[in-house]
């Protein structure tokens, strides 16, 4: 095959070639977009679900959406190791400024990066050493409180009313949203619960992991009125096979059945994996139709590949015992995992595993379906860390 024709786009947040089985959340967006830019009250998303199921691909195409609606975008990636406000600030300002340019009466653009500023001074955002210039006095009494619960939504509300007045609209798109704080997440909701008290244009689409409502309930009791939390999961074996025909047909090439029933069965139907098994059996196919004993004869590279990049960057950051935690997970069963099932192979009580649970749920590695159970945030990755640990160490952790 030529390979410089291959459609399959393996990557972290890369576009498939053809995007399926995620219809319905994008029509939800459209909703949103269309009744909050016609001030009318409609809740914002949250989308969750595991990784390499495409939120970031969604939370992008969302963004064209929104811009096609008129929409000022912001689009971000939250980190354990920056503040909200370092993330937004900056982006803001850009939005302001293009706001700014727009040809309109009225001084709520300048109102807004008053406040921006009185913000900024507060928090003591920075780019760098190099500060975020913006040649205003702030605003006093809005946005400078050092209280961000406060801060926020009245820099929000600032921000969305000179969008208003400019005939625009603000999406502030966020990616890997559980990594905020507590007070970050927390004052977030608050100010979405401010657009909505007043009609604001401004809305919020986040993408997380599957703890993502959860962390949401607990921050703000009224959180659910005010999102919406669509689960983004596995393709359905139609739509998989969908999302593997139909972009070689474009190229003149095709499946055979088998061979997308094969691939099916060992992705499981997550998107990332689909994407990775389509692009190694078109480069290792020599004719059309791509048969099964390719998807056979690529099998062992595409799981070298994911074993080395999208499962090894993950094992690479766990301590020796989280390791060994995670391990014993995968030994107890496949799916959920009872802590106190880990806990008998470990031979500790279940009350140590407390605060390595809790740092591998910090990490992103695991999460918490129920009380007193835990799966892993990965797909497949119970089978990887069975190739990486074939066997559970005889030394278990000791209380």
Do not use: C
């Amino acid at each position: 095959m030529d390979t410089t024709r291959n459609p399959f786009a393996p990557g972290a947040g890369s576009p498939p070639p053809e995007l399926v089985g995620r219809g319905e959340v994008l029509e939800q967006a459209k909703v949103l977009l269309g009744r909050v830019k016609n001030h009318r009250s409609e809740k914002s998303l949250l989308l969750h679900g595991l990784r390499g199921v495409g939120k970031t691909v969604l939370l992008n195409e969302i963004e064209h959406l929104a811009q096609e609606y008129g929409y000022k975008t912001i689009l971000v990636e939250a980190s354990e190791s920056k503040s909200l406000a370092a993330v937004i600030a900056p982006q803001l300002r850009k939005i302001l400024f293009s706001l700014d340019r727009m040809a309109n009466v009225g001084n709520k653009v300048k109102t807004a990066l008053a406040a921006l500023k009185g913000f900024i001074g507060v928090v003591k955002v920075s780019m760098g050493d190099i500060e975020l210039g913006i040649d205003t006095d702030p605003l006093i009494g809005v946005g400078d409180s050092g209280d961000l619960e406060i801060d926020l939504p009245d820099l929000l509300a600032a921000v969305a009313e000179a969008a208003d007045e400019r005939g625009s609209a603000v999406a502030l798109l966020i990616d890997e949203i559980q990594y905020f704080s507590s007070k970050e997440l927390s004052s977030l909701i608050m100010a979405m619960h401010r657009m909505q008290q007043k009609s604001l244009p401004l809305v919020l689409v986040g993408a997380g992991l599957p703890i993502l409502p959860g962390l949401a309930g607990e921050s703000k009791s009224y959180a659910e009125r005010l999102f919406s939390f669509p689960t983004i999961g596995a393709l359905t074996k139609q739509d998989a096979m969908k999302a593997l025909q139909e972009p070689v047909l474009r190229e003149g090439i095709e499946f055979s059945e088998s061979a997308l029933i094969s691939i099916f069965k060992k992705t499981q139907g997550y998107p990332y994996f689909i994407q990775e098994w389509g692009y190694q059996a078109w480069n290792y196919a020599y004719k059309s139709p791509i048969d099964e004993p390719v998807i056979g004869e690529v099998s062992r590279l595409v799981g070298k590949r994911l074993d080395e990049n999208f499962f090894k960057v993950r094992f690479d950051r766990l301590t020796p015992r989280e390791k060994i935690f995670l391990r014993a997970m995968a030994e107890s069963g496949k799916g959920h995992s009872k802590t106190s099932s880990v806990a008998d192979l470990l031979n500790v009580k279940v009350t140590s595993l407390g605060p390595l649970r809790a740092g591998l749920i910090r990490k992103g590695m695991i999460y918490s379906p129920a009380f007193g159970e835990m799966t892993f945030t990965v797909p497949l990755f119970d089978e990887f860390i069975k190739r990486a640990i074939p066997d559970l160490p005889a030394a278990r952790l000791s209380d």
